[in-house]
C-alpha cells in the first residue's frame, strides 16, 4: 500500500503559476505510475498528466507546452509544475499511484485560477 498526499494548491491570476507536490509513504522508485488527475464541478475526472516508472510522460493534450510532471526518487515526491494557467484549469487535483495493480488516490488539493 501507499499513502499520498499532496499540496500547493491555491489561488492564482489567469497566467500565474502553481507547483503542486505529492508525498508518497512508499518510496516511489517502487511504483509502476504516478499521475495527476482533475476534477472540476459538474465534470468527470479527467487524467492530466503521467509518468511512468522509467520516467516517460504524457499529457492530456490541453496542458501539453504548459503543466510538466517530474518524480523524485530520493525524496518519495512527484510534483506538477504548472505554468500559464487558465480559468479552465480550476479544478480539484488528485495525485495518483499503481502500485502491484491497485490504484490509490490522494485527497485532493483545490486549485482555482481566477480570470
Known amino acids: 500500500q501507499v499513502q499520498l498526499v499532496e499540496s500547493g494548491g491555491g489561488l492564482v491570476q489567469a497566467g500565474g503559476s502553481l507547483r503542486l507536490s505529492c508525498a508518497a509513504s512508499?518510496?516511489?522508485?517502487?511504483?509502476?505510475?504516478m499521475g495527476w488527475y482533475r476534477q472540476a464541478p459538474g465534470k468527470q475526472r479527467e487524467l492530466v498528466a503521467f509518468i511512468a516508472k522509467g520516467g516517460s510522460s504524457n499529457y492530456v493534450d490541453s496542458v501539453k507546452g504548459r503543466f510538466a510532471i517530474s518524480r523524485d526518487n530520493a525524496k518519495n515526491t512527484v510534483t506538477l509544475q504548472m505554468n500559464s494557467l487558465k480559468p479552465d484549469d480550476t479544478a480539484v487535483y488528485y495525485c495518483y499511484a499503481n502500485l502491484n495493480a491497485a490504484d490509490y488516490w490522494g485527497q485532493g488539493t483545490q486549485v482555482t485560477v481566477s480570470s
Open positions: 512508499r518510496s516511489v522508485f517502487s511504483i509502476n505510475a
